[in-house]
């Protein structure tokens, strides 16, 4: 089981940059990818991005590719999102998680989320 902390998220204007940071802690971090999730009001909650462990790899919606980048420091148990040239769609509410792949798409591994972050872009 992971529990998961989000922070970072703000207000901030069309074409600024935020870093989310999610703090995991339980045994699943260090077996799992982790991903990024957001969930823009009266909208369900959708993949932003993925990274394995090793941080090698980092996968996107293509929504984002280009702008956001995810990174993981293991010795931390963090995972970053940095995130650049924001767009009002871009407004929602982001979570993290242990994601696995299936069917070339990523999915949390479980129904366990955090508190999530807001992030707001003004236009």
């Known amino acids: 089981q992971v529990q998961l902390v989000e922070s970072g998220g703000g207000l901030v204007q069309t074409g600024g940059s935020l870093r989310l940071s999610c703090a995991a802690s339980g045994r699943a971090f260090s077996t799992y990818a982790m991903g990024w999730f957001r969930q823009a009001p009266g909208k369900e909650r959708i993949f932003v991005a993925a990274i394995n462990r090793s941080g090698a790899d980092g996968y996107y919606a293509d929504s984002v590719k280009g702008r956001f980048t995810i990174s993981i420091d293991n010795a931390k148990n963090t995972v970053y999102l940095q995130m650049n040239s924001l767009k009002p769609e871009d407004t929602a509410v982001y979570y993290c998680?242990?994601?696995?792949?299936?069917?070339?798409?990523?999915?949390?591994?479980?129904?366990?989320w955090g508190q999530g972050t807001q992030v707001t872009v003004s236009s």
């Open positions: 998680n242990a994601v696995e792949s299936y069917e070339h798409k990523w999915w949390p591994v479980n129904d366990l």
